[in-house]
């Protein structure tokens, strides 16, 4: 009778019990997700706990991204992508700490936001084994373009307004805001003159000028005023990417 009782335990328990737990714990994590209005996500794109990343509206990553969290934070969101951002095709980001891409930021195809990485401390032990890294920190201003097949490595903050040429590699390094970057290793060659309302050449780049570059808050307003919500993102994100209508 024990034996029975025993039997139908190990039976109910990975049948009945064990799936219900699974299912709380992701509807938990579930939580913790979330996508904004009018959002297209590929369904190409390939996601690494999903419960932690949060999306704003009218936003769009492509065809062929993929999203990896790192490190379950209890806080708040480990990725948080704006509204009215577009990723483009191919486009992998991976998050230690966190992940910020603010409002309007555009990146063009194959771009690498890496905020993590392998612990590689040990070389006696498979890598594969040593985990991951989750001390960096990403945040990349409002309204900034990426050019094709950018990396962002380690911890990095890119002011708002900012473009960054395509092949540029940005490790380790804070950018002011309103800067154009190039190379590897990359360098700022440009910022934006108020008073001229254009981008000139570094060397030619005042402290006038730096004063007179409106704050990011600022900034944001104008352009949302201008675009609350920019529809373009959807027909650019499939597989004909080009066909407009």
Known sequence: MLNKIKYKLL???????????????????????????????????????????????????????????????????????????????????????????????????????????????????????????????????????????VIINGDVKIGHGCVIGANTFINNKNIPPFSVVVGNPSRIIKRYSMTFKQWVDIENFTEDDEKNLPEEGSYLKSLTAKHPRIPMFFHATGRNFGDLP
């Open 11 to 149: 039976e109910y328990v990975p049948n009945k019990i064990l799936p219900m737990i699974v299912k709380s714990f992701l509807f938990f994590k579930r939580k913790k997700r979330h996508i904004g209005k009018g959002t297209y996500i590929d369904p190409s794109v390939q996601f690494a706990r999903y419960g932690n990343i949060s999306i704003g509206s009218y936003s769009a990553i492509s065809e062929g991204g993929s999203i990896n969290v790192n490190q379950i934070k209890n806080d708040g969101f480990a990725i948080n992508i704006g509204n009215n951002c577009f990723l483009g095709h191919h486009c992998f980001i991976s998050a230690g700490n966190s992940v910020v891409i603010k409002d309007f930021v555009v990146t063009a195809r194959d771009c690498k936001i890496l905020g993590s990485s392998h612990v590689i401390s040990d070389p006696f032990s498979p890598y594969i084994t040593t985990g991951t890294t989750h001390d960096c920190s990403i945040e990349i201003g409002v309204n900034c373009f990426f050019g094709v097949a």
